[in-house]
C-alpha cells in the first residue's frame, strides 16, 4: 500500500515563499514520475496546481506558472513544490497525488495573509 506524506505547511505573509515536500512509502516500485500536486480552498472544489515529470517538463495550473515550481529532491527522495510570491489566494490545503491521482497524502495546509 502506498503512502504519501506532505509536509511543509504554514502561515505565510502574502509575497512570501513556503516549500512543500511529498514523500512516498510503502512500495518499492512506486515511482515519484507523475506525482502531482492538488489544492482545495475552503468551500471550492480541489484543483490541480502542478505535476512533475522525470523527463523535465514539467507541468503547472495558470494560476501558479512562473511562481510555483516542482522538483525532485534526490537526497531526500521527495517531490517538492517551491511556492514563491504567494498570494492570499493560495490559501488552502495542499495534497500531493501518484500519476493516476489513486493515492493521496492527508494534506498540509498553507495559508497566506494579506
Known amino acids: 500500500q502506498v503512502q504519501l506524506v506532505e509536509s511543509g505547511g504554514g502561515l505565510v505573509q502574502a509575497g512570501g515563499s513556503l516549500r512543500l515536500s511529498c514523500a512516498a512509502s510503502?512500495?518499492?516500485?512506486?515511482?515519484?514520475?507523475?506525482i502531482g500536486w492538488f489544492r482545495q480552498a475552503p468551500g471550492k472544489q480541489r484543483e490541480w496546481v502542478a505535476r512533475?515529470?522525470?523527463?523535465?517538463?514539467?507541468i503547472y495550473a495558470d494560476s501558479v506558472k512562473g511562481r510555483f515550481t516542482i522538483s525532485r529532491d534526490n537526497a531526500k527522495n521527495t517531490v517538492d513544490l517551491q511556492m514563491n510570491n504567494l498570494k492570499p489566494e493560495d490559501t488552502g490545503v495542499y495534497y500531493c497525488?501518484?500519476?493516476?491521482?489513486?493515492?493521496w497524502g492527508q494534506g498540509t495546509q498553507v495559508t497566506v495573509s494579506a
Open positions: 497525488t501518484d500519476s493516476s491521482n489513486k493515492y
Open positions: 510503502g512500495s518499492v516500485f512506486f515511482s515519484l514520475n507523475g
Open positions: 512533475f515529470f522525470t523527463s523535465g517538463t514539467s
